[in-house]
Protein backbone atom coordinates (compact mmCIF):
# COMPACT_ATOMS: atom_id res chain seq x y z
CA UNK A 1 0.00 0.00 0.00
CA UNK A 2 1.04 3.48 -0.48
CA UNK A 3 1.07 4.43 3.05
CA UNK A 4 3.85 2.50 3.70
CA UNK A 5 6.11 4.23 1.04
CA UNK A 6 6.33 7.51 3.16
CA UNK A 7 9.64 8.00 4.41
CA UNK A 8 7.79 8.35 7.70
CA UNK A 9 8.50 5.08 9.11
CA UNK A 10 12.58 5.60 8.25
CA UNK A 11 12.77 8.64 10.05
CA UNK A 12 11.06 7.06 13.10
CA UNK A 13 13.65 3.98 12.82
CA UNK A 14 16.45 6.48 12.47
CA UNK A 15 15.25 8.64 15.68
CA UNK A 16 15.27 5.74 17.17
CA UNK A 17 18.64 4.80 16.92
CA UNK A 18 19.82 8.09 16.78
CA UNK A 19 18.16 8.28 20.61
CA UNK A 20 20.26 4.75 21.18
CA UNK A 21 23.65 7.40 20.73
CA UNK A 22 21.79 9.64 22.77
CA UNK A 23 20.67 7.84 25.84
CA UNK A 24 22.43 4.18 26.10
CA UNK A 25 25.72 3.70 28.16
CA UNK A 26 29.14 3.54 25.75
CA UNK A 27 29.87 -0.23 26.62
CA UNK A 28 25.82 -0.91 25.43
CA UNK A 29 25.20 -2.76 22.07
CA UNK A 30 23.61 -0.93 19.82
CA UNK A 31 20.89 -2.12 17.30
CA UNK A 32 23.19 -1.81 14.17
CA UNK A 33 25.78 -4.13 15.74
CA UNK A 34 23.07 -7.13 15.22
CA UNK A 35 24.12 -9.84 13.06
CA UNK A 36 22.44 -12.64 11.77
CA UNK A 37 23.42 -16.37 10.69
CA UNK A 38 21.22 -15.90 6.95
CA UNK A 39 21.19 -11.98 5.49
CA UNK A 40 17.03 -10.80 4.96
CA UNK A 41 15.90 -8.54 2.66
CA UNK A 42 14.62 -5.59 3.85
CA UNK A 43 11.23 -5.06 3.27
CA UNK A 44 9.50 -1.67 3.24
CA UNK A 45 7.39 -2.30 5.74
CA UNK A 46 10.70 -3.30 8.30
CA UNK A 47 10.74 -0.59 10.31
CA UNK A 48 11.62 -2.24 13.15
CA UNK A 49 15.27 -2.68 14.98
CA UNK A 50 16.75 -5.96 15.04
CA UNK A 51 16.87 -7.10 18.38
CA UNK A 52 13.18 -5.53 18.66
CA UNK A 53 12.25 -8.35 15.79
CA UNK A 54 13.97 -10.65 17.80
CA UNK A 55 11.63 -10.09 20.82
CA UNK A 56 8.66 -10.65 18.40
CA UNK A 57 10.55 -13.94 16.80
CA UNK A 58 10.62 -15.55 20.16
CA UNK A 59 7.47 -14.93 21.34
CA UNK A 60 5.63 -16.16 18.52
CA UNK A 61 7.31 -19.24 18.72
CA UNK A 62 5.51 -22.61 19.31
CA UNK A 63 8.22 -23.40 21.96
CA UNK A 64 7.31 -20.01 24.06
CA UNK A 65 3.60 -21.68 23.91
CA UNK A 66 4.95 -24.45 25.78
CA UNK A 67 6.65 -22.72 28.70
CA UNK A 68 2.92 -22.36 30.34
CA UNK A 69 2.86 -25.82 31.10
CA UNK A 70 6.99 -26.75 31.72
CA UNK A 71 8.03 -26.89 35.63
CA UNK A 72 9.87 -24.48 37.27
CA UNK A 73 11.55 -26.37 40.26
CA UNK A 74 7.75 -28.19 41.52
CA UNK A 75 6.40 -30.97 39.72
CA UNK A 76 3.56 -33.10 39.49
CA UNK A 77 2.32 -30.67 42.57
CA UNK A 78 -1.62 -29.11 41.74
CA UNK A 79 -1.67 -25.75 43.37
CA UNK A 80 -2.44 -22.55 41.35
CA UNK A 81 0.58 -20.36 42.86
CA UNK A 82 3.64 -22.37 42.35
CA UNK A 83 5.97 -20.77 39.92
CA UNK A 84 5.81 -22.37 36.20
CA UNK A 85 8.14 -21.53 33.82
CA UNK A 86 6.24 -19.03 32.05
CA UNK A 87 6.13 -16.65 35.11
CA UNK A 88 9.87 -17.16 35.56
CA UNK A 89 10.92 -16.07 32.43
CA UNK A 90 9.00 -12.99 32.96
CA UNK A 91 10.25 -12.12 36.04
CA UNK A 92 13.74 -12.49 34.38
CA UNK A 93 12.65 -10.23 31.50
CA UNK A 94 11.09 -7.69 33.71
CA UNK A 95 14.07 -7.81 36.65
CA UNK A 96 16.84 -7.70 33.62
CA UNK A 97 14.73 -4.78 31.48
CA UNK A 98 15.22 -2.84 35.11
CA UNK A 99 18.59 -3.40 35.52
CA UNK A 100 19.53 -2.52 31.94
CA UNK A 101 17.34 0.61 32.11
CA UNK A 102 19.60 2.26 35.33
CA UNK A 103 22.71 1.02 33.28
CA UNK A 104 21.78 2.78 29.51
CA UNK A 105 21.78 -1.14 28.20
CA UNK A 106 20.20 -2.35 25.34
CA UNK A 107 16.32 -3.42 26.85
CA UNK A 108 14.93 -5.03 23.49
CA UNK A 109 18.34 -6.83 23.55
CA UNK A 110 17.75 -8.03 26.75
CA UNK A 111 14.10 -8.74 26.21
CA UNK A 112 14.59 -11.19 23.54
CA UNK A 113 17.87 -12.77 25.70
CA UNK A 114 15.48 -13.44 28.54
CA UNK A 115 12.20 -14.20 27.05
CA UNK A 116 14.22 -17.17 25.27
CA UNK A 117 16.64 -18.54 27.63
CA UNK A 118 14.84 -21.29 28.89
CA UNK A 119 12.84 -22.31 25.49
CA UNK A 120 15.00 -25.57 26.01
CA UNK A 121 14.22 -26.77 29.32
CA UNK A 122 12.75 -30.42 29.39
CA UNK A 123 9.55 -31.17 30.68
CA UNK A 124 10.14 -32.03 34.54
CA UNK A 125 12.56 -28.90 35.20
CA UNK A 126 16.62 -29.77 35.87
CA UNK A 127 15.55 -33.41 37.39
CA UNK A 128 14.04 -34.25 33.59
CA UNK A 129 17.46 -32.06 32.69
CA UNK A 130 20.02 -34.30 34.22
CA UNK A 131 17.57 -37.92 33.16
CA UNK A 132 17.98 -36.82 28.98
CA UNK A 133 21.58 -35.66 29.44
CA UNK A 134 22.19 -39.27 30.78
CA UNK A 135 20.19 -40.59 27.78
CA UNK A 136 22.16 -38.87 25.47
CA UNK A 137 25.74 -39.40 26.88
CA UNK A 138 24.54 -43.09 26.63
CA UNK A 139 23.58 -42.61 22.80
CA UNK A 140 26.44 -41.35 21.59
CA UNK A 141 25.61 -37.74 21.15
CA UNK A 142 26.92 -36.23 24.28
CA UNK A 143 25.69 -34.34 27.38
CA UNK A 144 22.58 -32.29 27.17
CA UNK A 145 21.96 -28.84 28.37
CA UNK A 146 19.24 -26.49 28.73
CA UNK A 147 21.27 -23.89 27.12
CA UNK A 148 22.30 -25.53 24.67
CA UNK A 149 18.66 -26.90 23.76
CA UNK A 150 17.41 -23.38 23.75
CA UNK A 151 19.54 -22.19 20.94
CA UNK A 152 18.87 -25.45 19.04
CA UNK A 153 15.49 -24.75 19.17
CA UNK A 154 15.35 -21.23 18.40
CA UNK A 155 18.25 -21.66 15.26
CA UNK A 156 17.57 -25.30 14.03
CA UNK A 157 14.12 -26.68 14.77
CA UNK A 158 11.32 -23.84 14.97
CA UNK A 159 10.15 -23.08 11.94
CA UNK A 160 9.74 -26.55 10.60
CA UNK A 161 13.32 -27.48 11.54
CA UNK A 162 14.32 -23.34 9.51
CA UNK A 163 14.79 -21.45 12.89
CA UNK A 164 14.17 -17.80 13.54
CA UNK A 165 17.67 -16.88 12.42
CA UNK A 166 17.87 -14.62 15.50
CA UNK A 167 20.71 -12.62 15.98
CA UNK A 168 24.32 -13.65 16.93
CA UNK A 169 24.02 -11.71 20.48
CA UNK A 170 20.68 -13.02 21.28
CA UNK A 171 21.48 -16.15 20.78
CA UNK A 172 24.73 -15.86 22.44
CA UNK A 173 22.80 -14.58 25.82
CA UNK A 174 20.55 -17.44 25.83
CA UNK A 175 23.56 -19.99 25.22
CA UNK A 176 25.66 -18.30 28.16
CA UNK A 177 22.97 -17.49 30.61
CA UNK A 178 23.51 -20.18 33.24
CA UNK A 179 21.75 -18.90 36.49
CA UNK A 180 22.81 -21.96 38.73
CA UNK A 181 26.70 -21.11 38.15
CA UNK A 182 27.55 -18.22 41.00
CA UNK A 183 29.54 -15.54 39.99
CA UNK A 184 30.32 -12.34 41.57
CA UNK A 185 30.95 -10.27 38.47
CA UNK A 186 30.03 -11.17 35.10
CA UNK A 187 32.63 -9.47 32.43
CA UNK A 188 31.58 -10.11 28.73
CA UNK A 189 33.66 -11.77 26.41
CA UNK A 190 33.68 -9.92 23.15
CA UNK A 191 34.16 -10.55 19.45
CA UNK A 192 32.12 -13.82 18.93
CA UNK A 193 31.19 -14.95 16.07
CA UNK A 194 28.41 -18.02 14.84
CA UNK A 195 31.63 -19.79 14.41
CA UNK A 196 32.75 -19.33 17.99
CA UNK A 197 28.92 -20.06 19.13
CA UNK A 198 29.01 -23.88 17.32
CA UNK A 199 32.61 -24.56 18.82
CA UNK A 200 30.94 -23.60 22.40
CA UNK A 201 28.12 -25.63 21.77
CA UNK A 202 30.12 -28.35 20.64
CA UNK A 203 32.88 -28.33 23.28
CA UNK A 204 29.76 -28.21 26.05
CA UNK A 205 28.63 -31.27 24.92
CA UNK A 206 31.94 -33.02 25.63
CA UNK A 207 32.80 -30.90 28.50
CA UNK A 208 29.89 -30.01 30.82
CA UNK A 209 32.59 -28.36 33.09
CA UNK A 210 33.57 -25.29 30.30
CA UNK A 211 32.61 -22.13 31.34
CA UNK A 212 30.66 -19.90 29.03
CA UNK A 213 30.60 -16.37 29.11
CA UNK A 214 27.61 -13.77 27.58
CA UNK A 215 29.46 -11.47 24.67
CA UNK A 216 27.56 -8.69 25.54
CA UNK A 217 26.64 -6.69 28.94
CA UNK A 218 22.98 -7.45 28.10
CA UNK A 219 23.66 -11.47 28.10
CA UNK A 220 25.32 -11.08 31.79
CA UNK A 221 22.40 -8.95 33.30
CA UNK A 222 19.96 -11.90 32.26
CA UNK A 223 22.27 -13.93 33.58
CA UNK A 224 22.30 -12.31 37.07
CA UNK A 225 18.61 -11.65 36.51
CA UNK A 226 18.25 -15.41 36.05
CA UNK A 227 19.38 -16.38 40.05
CA UNK A 228 17.67 -12.87 41.17
CA UNK A 229 14.25 -14.29 39.56
CA UNK A 230 14.52 -17.40 41.18
CA UNK A 231 15.82 -17.38 44.17
CA UNK A 232 13.50 -16.05 46.30
CA UNK A 233 10.58 -16.86 44.52
CA UNK A 234 11.70 -20.61 45.12
CA UNK A 235 12.28 -19.62 48.65
CA UNK A 236 8.47 -18.43 48.49
CA UNK A 237 6.42 -21.60 46.93
CA UNK A 238 8.31 -23.91 49.11
CA UNK A 239 6.79 -22.02 52.47
CA UNK A 240 3.91 -22.41 50.53
CA UNK A 241 4.06 -25.79 50.07
CA UNK A 242 5.11 -26.43 54.21
CA UNK A 243 8.53 -27.69 53.35
CA UNK A 244 10.46 -24.79 54.78
CA UNK A 245 9.64 -22.08 57.45
CA UNK A 246 10.27 -18.76 56.79
CA UNK A 247 12.30 -18.82 60.06
CA UNK A 248 14.61 -21.80 58.82
CA UNK A 249 16.50 -19.07 56.43
CA UNK A 250 19.88 -18.07 58.66
CA UNK A 251 19.90 -14.61 59.81
CA UNK A 252 23.23 -14.33 58.22
CA UNK A 253 21.15 -14.33 55.04
CA UNK A 254 18.31 -12.39 56.05
CA UNK A 255 20.04 -9.73 57.71
CA UNK A 256 21.53 -8.82 54.14
CA UNK A 257 19.05 -9.65 51.58
CA UNK A 258 15.70 -9.60 53.24
CA UNK A 259 12.80 -12.63 54.48
CA UNK A 260 10.78 -12.05 51.49
CA UNK A 261 11.12 -12.87 47.59
CA UNK A 262 10.16 -9.03 47.34
CA UNK A 263 12.75 -7.79 49.76
CA UNK A 264 14.86 -10.10 48.35
CA UNK A 265 14.80 -8.99 45.09
CA UNK A 266 14.72 -5.11 45.62
CA UNK A 267 18.03 -6.01 47.33
CA UNK A 268 19.82 -7.39 44.72
CA UNK A 269 18.34 -4.98 41.83
CA UNK A 270 19.94 -2.53 43.70
CA UNK A 271 23.11 -3.80 44.83
CA UNK A 272 23.66 -4.77 41.01
CA UNK A 273 22.78 -1.68 39.96
CA UNK A 274 25.04 0.47 42.55
CA UNK A 275 28.19 -2.48 41.49
CA UNK A 276 27.97 -1.86 38.43
CA UNK A 277 27.16 1.67 37.11
CA UNK A 278 29.61 2.89 34.87
CA UNK A 279 31.41 -0.27 34.57
CA UNK A 280 32.51 -2.66 31.80
CA UNK A 281 30.89 -5.81 33.81
CA UNK A 282 27.78 -6.34 35.69
CA UNK A 283 28.55 -7.33 38.93
CA UNK A 284 27.68 -7.84 43.33
CA UNK A 285 28.82 -6.18 45.91
CA UNK A 286 31.31 -9.02 47.92
CA UNK A 287 28.80 -8.82 51.07
CA UNK A 288 25.61 -9.50 48.40
CA UNK A 289 27.49 -12.06 46.60
CA UNK A 290 28.01 -14.30 49.57
CA UNK A 291 24.68 -13.98 51.10
CA UNK A 292 23.66 -14.71 47.75
CA UNK A 293 25.72 -17.42 47.61
CA UNK A 294 24.38 -19.08 51.06
CA UNK A 295 21.19 -18.61 50.61
CA UNK A 296 22.08 -20.62 46.65
CA UNK A 297 23.11 -23.56 48.80
CA UNK A 298 20.14 -23.19 51.61
CA UNK A 299 18.01 -23.38 48.89
CA UNK A 300 20.12 -26.47 47.20
CA UNK A 301 19.99 -28.78 50.53
CA UNK A 302 16.46 -27.40 52.25
CA UNK A 303 14.52 -27.04 48.65
CA UNK A 304 15.91 -28.84 45.75
CA UNK A 305 17.00 -31.96 47.48
CA UNK A 306 13.94 -32.40 49.80
CA UNK A 307 12.27 -35.52 49.34
CA UNK A 308 9.33 -34.04 48.78
CA UNK A 309 10.62 -32.44 45.52
CA UNK A 310 11.97 -35.91 44.35
CA UNK A 311 8.84 -38.53 45.03
CA UNK A 312 8.16 -38.82 41.53
CA UNK A 313 11.90 -39.02 40.53
CA UNK A 314 12.51 -42.64 39.98
CA UNK A 315 8.95 -42.83 37.75
CA UNK A 316 9.92 -39.64 35.79
CA UNK A 317 13.15 -41.27 35.42
CA UNK A 318 11.98 -44.35 33.91
CA UNK A 319 9.35 -43.17 31.22
CA UNK A 320 12.14 -41.12 30.27
CA UNK A 321 13.84 -44.04 29.19
CA UNK A 322 10.59 -45.89 28.24
CA UNK A 323 9.91 -43.06 25.63
CA UNK A 324 13.60 -42.40 24.63
CA UNK A 325 13.69 -46.38 23.36
CA UNK A 326 10.38 -46.33 22.06
CA UNK A 327 10.87 -43.21 19.68
CA UNK A 328 14.34 -44.50 18.66
CA UNK A 329 12.77 -47.47 17.74
CA UNK A 330 9.91 -46.10 15.97
CA UNK A 331 12.63 -43.99 13.86
CA UNK A 332 14.86 -46.86 13.12
CA UNK A 333 12.09 -49.13 11.74
CA UNK A 334 10.14 -46.22 10.18
CA UNK A 335 6.89 -46.59 11.97
CA UNK A 336 5.47 -43.41 10.32
CA UNK A 337 2.00 -43.89 12.88
CA UNK A 338 4.70 -43.32 15.81
CA UNK A 339 4.18 -39.63 17.60
CA UNK A 340 7.42 -38.61 16.66
CA UNK A 341 6.33 -39.04 13.16
CA UNK A 342 2.77 -37.58 13.40
CA UNK A 343 3.32 -34.79 15.60
CA UNK A 344 7.16 -33.83 15.37
CA UNK A 345 8.90 -34.96 12.19
CA UNK A 346 5.92 -34.34 9.51
CA UNK A 347 6.29 -30.95 8.65
CA UNK A 348 9.97 -30.79 9.00
CA UNK A 349 12.25 -29.88 6.40
CA UNK A 350 15.11 -32.49 4.82
CA UNK A 351 17.86 -30.39 5.70
CA UNK A 352 16.99 -30.61 9.45
CA UNK A 353 16.01 -34.14 9.18
CA UNK A 354 19.05 -34.95 7.05
CA UNK A 355 21.53 -33.04 9.57
CA UNK A 356 20.47 -34.93 12.69
CA UNK A 357 21.19 -38.46 13.85
CA UNK A 358 17.97 -40.40 14.93
CA UNK A 359 19.29 -39.91 18.72
CA UNK A 360 18.90 -36.23 18.44
CA UNK A 361 15.61 -35.90 16.92
CA UNK A 362 14.68 -37.81 20.03
CA UNK A 363 16.00 -35.45 22.13
CA UNK A 364 14.87 -32.67 20.16
CA UNK A 365 11.17 -34.37 20.78
CA UNK A 366 11.05 -34.95 23.95
CA UNK A 367 12.87 -31.56 25.17
CA UNK A 368 10.10 -29.72 23.72
CA UNK A 369 7.21 -31.66 25.61
CA UNK A 370 5.74 -30.21 28.03
CA UNK A 371 4.95 -31.84 31.82
CA UNK A 372 1.49 -33.01 30.63
CA UNK A 373 2.11 -33.80 26.73
CA UNK A 374 5.36 -36.09 28.16
CA UNK A 375 2.52 -38.05 30.74
CA UNK A 376 -0.08 -38.74 27.86
CA UNK A 377 2.49 -40.82 25.93
CA UNK A 378 2.99 -42.89 28.60
CA UNK A 379 1.07 -45.83 29.42
CA UNK A 380 -1.49 -44.57 32.00
CA UNK A 381 -1.02 -47.10 34.31
CA UNK A 382 2.89 -46.67 34.72
CA UNK A 383 2.16 -41.88 35.01
CA UNK A 384 2.54 -40.72 38.92
CA UNK A 385 -0.34 -39.22 40.32
CA UNK A 386 0.13 -35.39 41.05
CA UNK A 387 0.00 -34.20 44.22
CA UNK A 388 -2.53 -32.21 45.18
CA UNK A 389 -1.41 -29.23 48.16
CA UNK A 390 -4.26 -26.86 49.36
Not at 64 to 77: A, C, E, G, N
Request: proline content about 4%.
Amino acid sequence: MERFKEPILDRLKTALEEREEAFLSPVATRSGEGVRRAPEQRLETDYRQVFAVDVDRVLHSRAYTRYIDKTQVFYLIQHDHITHRVLHVQLVSKIARTIGRFLGLHEDLIEAIALGHDIGHTPFGHDGESILSRLCVAHGIGYFHHNLQSVQFLDRVERNGNGWNLCLQTLDGVLCHDGEVHNQELRPERGKTFESLEQSISDKKTDPAIALMPMTLEGCVVRMADTIAYIGRDLEDAIRLYMIRREDVPRSITAVLGKTNGTIVYNLVTDVIRSSFHQPYIAFSHEVSEALRNLKEFNLHRIYMHPDVKIHLKRIESLFELLFDQYLEDLNRQNTESMIFRQFLKDMSDEYIHAHRPEELVRDFIAGMTDRYFLRQCPESLRPTPQVVQ
